[in-house]
């Protein structure tokens, strides 16, 4: 089945210089790339993509390592597009635990356990198409991305938005 996934390669991974890493490791999947952008994680982001996690007494380390406070203020955003692509990626990802992760997977070689806590595994990929359906509109409006992944529609707006001068 014909799946998409949103990956993010999270502030640390980006402090590091793992992109190259693992873009390389990812494209063992075989995936397409759809959509890829570099993006300032604000607050309000942070607490949509983590709101499963709002209960948890972490909750709050979680938002400041996704806005970049301990690293980078960036994350970069994908969406990986194919047959089977959660279970792919996942399988290569590893253990959201970094200490748990297959050593060879991608957490499992890069990933740390704070002092505080807080698990810096370099990545986050959807757990299963709904989370990745809600991640993917969350991150993404449907012109960022070229393939027709989910239904839109078109609506005339006013809005005001910078544009080179």
Not at 92 to 109: F, K, M, Q
Not at 122 to 127: C, D, F, G, L, P
Not at 147 to 165: G, I
């Amino acid at each position: 089945m014909t799946q998409q996934t949103l990956v993010l390669i999270k502030p640390d991974g980006l402090k590091k210089s793992l992109t190259g890493n693992i873009l390389t490791r990812l494209s063992e999947t075989k995936l397409d790339i759809v959509a890829a952008k570099i993006i300032k994680v604000s607050r309000e982001l942070a607490e949509r993509h983590y709101i499963l996690l709002k209960d948890k007494p972490f909750f709050n380390e979680l938002l400041k390592y996704l806005m970049g406070e301990y690293h980078k203020k960036k994350v970069m955003a994908l969406v990986y597009w194919g047959e089977d692509a959660i279970n792919r990626v996942r399988a290569i990802c590893g253990s959201t635990n970094p200490e748990e992760a297959d050593p060879v997977s991608i957490r499992g070689a890069y990933g740390r356990i704070t002092t505080k806590g807080i698990y810096e595994n370099a990545m986050h990929a959807s757990t299963n198409e709904q989370e990745a359906e809600r991640e993917i509109k969350l991150w993404f409006n449907p012109d960022e991305i070229i393939a027709e992944l989910y239904p839109t529609k078109t609506v005339k707006e006013q809005v005001e938005r910078r544009v080179w001068a």
